[in-house]
């Protein structure tokens, strides 16, 4: 190495990128495991998937409260005890609740996946949901949620995704006090034996695995009554609001408001949903984008204002997200709107298209770092009914666009009257 001539700068987009196989095998119940092998450390995380999100609730709040409520007791052990027994091994067990899907994450070091697993395996077959327990979570939910509805970000983001789907639809139903109220341990033990104990499962495993997980998983889960996921879940209707424009006056003495934009948006498997994550990139997805340039550091508006698709399985948004001044909610509204005007009338030029191409396969680049990553990414191909076909064609699409077919996605898509626009101060 010449240590007195710079290295060759190379573009991220003339890396060959390519994702880890992901190694399937079957429990003797037919759930589908996926696992990656990778890494140094003597690690590991474990991913049970359950099709048990709030799309399969009847009553609001159901499927969160049994999700948070798995590690708060079984027949056998109290909350406090099964929490001891992760502590005590050093490992890391959560649960977390999505629309379609509730997941129990186990990360441990491998040599005690033996002595963990019937612990997880306690956990999804005998919770028993105390009422001491569902008591003390309806009440701090009561509390956070009271905190969280004095702020215009949180009130916002609600509001804006019950107009977009209709407040009965899962993504847009939200919780009030009362339908915390309403829960009780019969409805959460229900609710569990038909989703956990009977309900509908894959498993996810990452990081330098042992040579036996297959018997481990088998003779922890392999029994049990569960059954192999349905890559199908059926649609339910979406009843969006009329109006499109609303002003919500929620603190009288608030001296910022919360601006959500948004429009239904097809999901991943609709041809433009590759093109138009490279137009959203352009637009606001990220710190260097039309929006922050334009609403950030020219204007002063906002400390920062992002534009997203939402991360659904069904239909999905598009929707820019930012909190600015009340005074000039209007006018980063209008900018908005002009960075769309822009975009369909002006075609982007080339050292922009290749700053943004960089920013997306050097963020791909990262998310291919690790085997928890690397398993992130498969997941998200599994869950969504994709194959690896997607992550490479999604990789072309980056590198390929042209500047024209962008501006073709901006006038089909970027047009204010179909855009529903919320103010909430």
Not at 71 to 93: H, I, M, P, R
Not at 215 to 232: I, R, S
Not at 403 to 411: G, H, V
Request: net charge negative; proline share 4%.
């Amino acid at each position: 190495m010449n240590r007195i001539e710079a290295p060759v700068i190379k573009d991220a987009i003339e890396f060959n990128l390519q994702l880890k196989p992901c190694r399937q095998f079957t429990l003797n119940n037919g759930v589908p495991v996926y696992a990656i092998d990778a890494g140094a450390q003597e690690v590991l995380q474990l991913e049970l998937v359950f099709y048990a999100g709030n799309w399969f609730e009847q009553q609001k709040n159901v499927a969160a409260a049994t999700s948070y409520l798995l590690k708060n007791g079984t027949s056998g052990k109290n909350a406090f005890q099964l929490n001891e027994t992760f502590d005590y091994y050093g490992a890391y067990c959560n649960r977390s609740c999505y629309n379609e899907t509730a997941v129990v994450t186990l990360s441990c070091i491998n040599k005690h996946l033996p002595a963990l697993l019937p612990v997880v395996r306690e956990m999804i077959t005998d919770s028993v949901f105390p009422e001491t327990e569902l008591d003390i979570y309806k009440q701090n939910s009561k509390q956070k949620l009271k905190v969280s509805l004095q702020k215009c970000d949180y009130v916002a983001t609600r509001l804006a995704d019950a107009y977009l789907y209709g407040e009965t639809h899962p993504y847009g139903k939200y919780t009030n006090p009362e339908d915390l109220d309403a829960l009780n341990s019969s409805l959460l033990q229900d609710f569990f034996k038909q989703y956990y104990l009977n309900g509908q499962c894959v498993i996810f495993v990452s990081g330098k695995l042992p040579e036996n997980l297959p018997e481990q998983l088998n003779n922890a889960f392999g029994d049990l009554g569960l059954k192999p996921f349905n890559k199908v879940i059926p649609q339910i209707a979406q009843l969006p609001a009329v109006e499109k424009k609303y002003r919500i006056q929620n603190d009288v003495n608030g001296v910022q408001g919360a601006i959500r934009i948004a429009r239904p948006f097809p999901n991943r498997h609709h041809p433009d949903f590759m093109k138009v994550m490279v137009l959203n990139t352009l637009f606001g997805g990220f710190f260097g984008s039309r929006l922050m340039s334009n609403i950030r550091e020219d204007k002063g508006y906002t400390y920062g204002i992002h534009s997203f698709v939402q991360n659904h399985i069904h239909d999905s948004a598009w929707m820019i997200s930012t909190e600015a001044g009340k005074d000039v909610c209007e006018a980063t509204i209008e900018e908005v709107y002009k960075e769309m005007k822009i975009l369909r009338e002006e075609p982007i030029d080339a050292e922009e298209l290749l700053l943004v191409r960089n920013f997306l396969i050097g963020t791909i680049l990262g998310d291919l770092d690790g085997p928890f990553h690397i398993m992130g990414r498969w997941k998200n191909l599994v869950l969504n009914n994709l194959t690896d076909d997607y992550f490479y064609r999604s990789i072309e699409t980056i590198k390929t666009i042209s500047a024209e077919e962008l501006q073709e996605l901006a006038k089909k898509y970027l047009n204010p009257e179909e855009f529903y626009e919320l103010v909430v101060i």
